[in-house]
C-alpha cells in the first residue's frame, strides 16, 4: 500500500509529538509554515492536519490554529509497557528511570517514588534563607567554600551529631550534592575494582548501581523485614570472602523499613571490626522517626573513624537542593581529593543557603511536623491496603521514614502488578528493583509521604483490584 504524502507529513508530526517535541496544548506551525518547511502544498498540509484531528492528536480552534490535544495517554505508560513486555527482561536500570519518570508526571499516582512529597517542606523559608545567603555571598566564596565544604554548614550538621552524643568533628564532614554523592565517593575510597563488598539484599537500587559502575563484587546479605541483617549471614560471608566494606542503612532501611536494635547494631559493628571491614552507612531516613528520640547510627560506637556516615537534606528538608555530606573519620581527606578531582564541590549558594536555614532555628520544629504527618500517612494507606488487599497480603509496619513493604503472596508477580498499575495511571516499586535476581518478585515498595485523599485511596483500591485480578488468573 502506497502511503500518500499527507500521511507520511501525518506521521512524522504525531512521531514528533510523542516524544514531546510538541508538547500537549501547544501550538504547531501553521499550515503556511508547514508549507514553506515541507515544500508541500497547502492542500496537502491541511489533509495531515485534518488527519491528525480525526484521530484526536491535535485540535483546531478557529482563527488559531492546531494545537497538540491535551494529554490522554500518558507517554511514560506508552514506554513502559512496551519496554517491559516479561519480567524476567526488566534490567535494573530500565526499570529504575521507568519508576523516576513516572514519578515526574503529575498525572501519575506516585507510590514507586523514591521522593518525600515535595509539599511537605519549608518552602518560602528556605527561598527566604536562599535569597538572603546569595545577597551577602562575597566574590570569594566559591574558593571559600570548596570541599570539604561551607564551615557553618559543617559545624552546625557536627552540633547535630554532638546533640546526640556522637563524636564528630566538622573537620571530617565532607559536604557533597546528596547523599547519592557521598555514598559513590565513601564506595571509592574504601575499595579497588574487583574487591568484595558486603551489601544488603534487598538493596537501595543506588547500591546496586553503584556495585556495578566500579566493578565490584557484592555479597548480598539476607536481611529480616523487621530486624534488619542476618548477622549470623554475615558472618558466614566475612569468613567465606575478602570483604573490604559493607554497606548498609542500620535505620529505616530502604525498601524494607526496618531498622537494627541498639544491641544488633553494636554486635554488627563489632563483627565488621574484628575483621577490619570499613562501614558505609546510609542513614538518609534517620531523622524521620515516629517514636520517642532520634535512633543512633552506627557512627556512635568507637571503630567511629571507620565508619563512613553519609546523609543528607534530600528526604527531610530540601529534596530539589541536592546537598548532603559525609562523616568520613579516617578517610576525610581522601574524600576531599576525590571530590575535587570530580564535582569539584556542592552548589556554594545552596549551601550557603542551608546553613542560613538552620542558623535560623527552624529545623527541629519542620521535623517535628513532618514526623506526626508522615506517621498520619503512612497509618493511613497502611489500613487501607489491610482492608482492601487479599488476606495473604502482608504489609510492613516501619517506625519511621514513608516507605511501605508489602508482599503480595507467592501467586502474584509484583512486575506484572507494576505494569498493570502504570498502564491505570498509579507507579509502584516492584520488588526486582532492589536486588540482581528476581527473588522480591513478590513484593512491591510503596511511598506513603503523599497527602491521603479520595485519589490515593482509590489508587489503593485499583492496586487491590490488579492484585485479586493477577490471585484469579493464576488459579487458572
Ligand atoms: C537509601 C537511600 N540512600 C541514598 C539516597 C540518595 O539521597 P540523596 O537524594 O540525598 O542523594 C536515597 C534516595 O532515594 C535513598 O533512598
Known sequence: ?????????????????????????????????SCKQSGLSLMTVLQAYQLLESQGVIVSRPQSGYYVAPRQHVPVVHHAQSNLHAAEDIDVNDAIFNILKAGQDPDIVPFGSA??????????????????????????????????????????????????????????????????ESLGLSLQVVTQPGDWVAIESPAFYGVLQAIERRKLKAVAIPMDVQQGMD????????????????????????PLGCSMSAEKKQRLVEILEAHHVAIIEDDVYGELYFNGER???????????????????????????????????????????????????????VQ????????????DAHLRRLRRQLELRQNAMRNKILKAFPPQVRVSQPSGGYFLWVYLGDKVDATRVYQQALARGISVAPGTMFAVDDRYRHSLRLNSSFEWNTRAEDAIKTLADIVFGEIERNKT
Not at 561551607?150 to 552546625?156: I, M, T
Open 295 to 349: 535512633p543512633m547510627p552506627l557512627k556512635v560506637s568507637s571503630y567511629r573513624q571507620q565508619i563512613l556516615h553519609c546523609s543528607s537534606f534530600s528526604k527531610c528538608l530540601a529534596p530539589g537542593f541536592r546537598v548532603g555530606w559525609v562523616a568520613a573519620g579516617a578517610y576525610a581527606s581522601r574524600i576531599q581529593r576525590l571530590q575535587l578531582m570530580s564535582t569539584l564541590s556542592a552548589s556554594v549558594p
Open 231 to 254: 548477622l549470623q549471614a554475615l558472618e558466614q560471608a566475612l569468613a567465606t570472602y575478602p570483604i573490604k566494606a559493607c554497606w548498609l542503612m542500620s535505620n529505616f532501611q530502604n
Open 115 to 180: 521522593f518525600p512529597d515535595p509539599t511537605l517542606f519549608p518552602q518560602p523559608r528556605l527561598a527566604r534563607s536562599l535569597a538572603s545567603a546569595v545577597r551577602r555571598m562575597s566574590p570569594h566564596s566559591a574558593i571559600a567554600n570548596l570541599p570539604p565544604g561551607n564551615e557553618e554548614l559543617r559545624r552546625n550538621i557536627a552540633q547535630r551529631y554532638a546533640q546526640q552524643g556522637i563524636e564528630v568533628t566538622p573537620d571530617e564532614i565532607v559536604i557533597t550534592s546528596g547523599a547519592l
Open 1 to 33: 500500500m502506497t502511503v500518500m504524502r499527507y500521511q507520511q507529513l501525518a506521521q512524522t508530526l504525531r512521531r514528533q509529538i510523542d516524544a514531546q517535541v510538541w508538547l500537549p496544548g501547544e501550538k504547531l506551525p501553521s499550515l503556511r509554515e
Open 352 to 363: 550557603l543557603g542551608l546553613a542560613d536555614f538552620l542558623h535560623q532555628g527552624a529545623y
